[in-house]
């Protein structure tokens, strides 16, 4: 029997150390040993078959403990974490979650449980959705523009404020590539700002 602690962040902006802090006191205030850790660093949009986790679930062996933060570190659908638990109980193996208190074994009140978690988990997924939705469409409506203003990224490209020189050397029959030497910036800063500009 292995004891498998899984994290999982979305984005590189994201750390699994609070993750693993959690994971690391509940198994010393519970004396157990984690003897395998699982981190990436992958949307749970992508594919299971493209995230460690699902080389991980093919990896369990029975009696296994798989321990997670929280139940959304699976999945985000219902139907996705739902074919993880059952993955799980087909091997004989347990899914503990930390933030739920959820011990998934065999048993009829277990997959109850696991169905209320992954629906729950679902609908809070949606109501956020939802709420960013209308949140943005009520910015919409006043005229504001969504994004960073083009000045403000030009300026940052270092281009706009030398859009004459640079429409310049174009017509010149200068290369994007040698452009971009004269106006120290990438061959790719100097595509998009010419893309932009409609050149």
Known sequence: MSVIGYI????????????HYEIEQFAE???????????????SRQALDKRQLGQLLNE???GDILI???????G??????MHILETCLN?????????????LGNDIQSKV???????????????????????????????????????AQSRKLKLSRNTKKVKKLLDMGL??????KIMDVKPSTVSNFIQRMGW
């Open 60 to 62: 369990l062996q029975d």
């Open 68 to 74: 997670a933060a929280e139940i959304s570190r699976l």
């Open 8 to 19: 999982r962040v979305s984005s590189n902006k994201q750390t699994c150390e609070h993750q």
């Open 175 to 180: 290369t994007r590539y040698r452009i971009a």
């Open 76 to 81: 985000r659908s219902l139907l996705e974490v």
């Open 29 to 43: 205030h519970n004396n157990i040993a984690v003897d395998k850790w699982v981190e990436e660093t992958i949307s």
């Open 113 to 151: 449980m696991a169905f209320a978690f992954g629906l729950s988990a679902e609908i809070e997924r949606n109501l956020i959705s939802q709420r960013t939705k209308a949140s943005l469409d009520n910015i919409r409506a006043t005229g504001k523009k969504l994004g960073r203003p083009f000045a």
């Open 91 to 103: 091997k004989n193996c347990q899914v503990w979650t930390l933030k739920e208190n959820y011990r």
